[in-house]
């Protein structure tokens, strides 16, 4: 059995009943988790020793705030006032728990689904979106990740091009993978907007709705956009339905086609 689960932000009790609601064995099921495993909930260090002890049993992908904690313990950012990973930095165990992170997926493509934290550019496929996946992947687990997380932060580029290079092209990937949400019609990404897709304003659009998205035809899930809440259609499953502000924790069991929504309500951090 293969489940997706949203982002869990430390908020590890959570994820313990919703393992047990679905029954998870690790002997027999397969976890996908679309990335923010930690911070803003009140035991990220507890949620990184329960995915890990899993071993193959569980893909985690990283989001935006898997990335910052990354970038505070190189010392390349400063911890902000909301975070809440003390508890992991200070840990005797905090270099293996960094090792194990770093070395995480951005994005996978597993039972017919394209997973990632945030979303995908319109301009890129499939391939293209795991190939530059990929560069960044080899960018966090390699010798020189502390180089890169100081060139990682910025908006720009804001529009893919396929002759950008170095820092800049793996910039827009890492941007685009972990915390997009609009762009408008030309793939240019919008940075300021959280809300819900309902009604977004003009010239923008909800990056899976884009016009001309290569990617249509792949279905794709995600987390990250928490104002948007379970999204369940035939080409799309949003999962972050909010744990950490009090809403649900979501699993999606989606092996041989299925589509069974399995969720366990969370109180506020």
Not at 31 to 41: A, C, F, I, S
Not at 70 to 75: E, F, K, T
Not at 139 to 162: C, H, K
Not at 201 to 225: E, K, M, N, S, Y
Request: with cysteine.
């Amino acid at each position: 059995m293969h489940y997706l689960i949203g982002d869990i932000q430390g908020c590890c009790s959570a994820l313990e009943r919703l393992l047990e609601k679905i029954g998870f064995s690790a002997s027999r099921d397969r976890l996908h988790v679309l990335g923010d495993l930690v911070n803003r909930g009140p035991d990220s260090l507890g949620v990184l020793r329960r995915l890990a002890v899993l071993g193959d049993a569980a893909n985690c992908l990283l989001g935006n705030h898997d990335l910052h904690l990354l970038a505070v313990a190189y010392g390349v950012r400063p911890l902000h006032r909301t975070d809440t990973l003390t508890a992991l930095l200070e840990s005797p165990e905090r270099d293996a728990w960094l090792d194990w992170l770093r070395t995480r997926r951005l994005a996978l493509h597993e039972q017919g689904w394209l997973m990632v934290h945030a979303g995908v550019p319109p301009q890129w496929d499939l391939a293209q979106t795991l190939t530059l996946a990929g560069e960044v992947e080899a960018e966090l687990s390699g010798p020189a990740i502390v180089e890169y997380l100081q060139t990682m932060y910025g908006n720009e580029p804001s529009r893919w091009d396929d002759k950008l290079r170095g820092a800049d092209r793996l910039r827009f990937a890492i941007n685009a993978l972990t915390r997009m949400r609009y762009c408008d019609a030309e793939g240019r990404l919008d940075f300021k907007l959280k809300e819900a897709a309902d009604h977004p304003p003009p010239g923008l659009h909800p990056w899976f709705d884009a016009p001309g998205r290569r990617t249509q035809g792949v279905p794709i899930a995600f987390g990250h956009w928490s104002a948007l809440g379970l999204v369940n259609r035939p080409d799309l499953l949003a999962t972050d339905t909010g744990c950490v502000w009090g809403g649900q924790l979501t699993a999606v069991r989606i092996d041989g086609g299925r589509r069974e929504v399995v969720q366990v309500s969370c109180a506020p951090a």
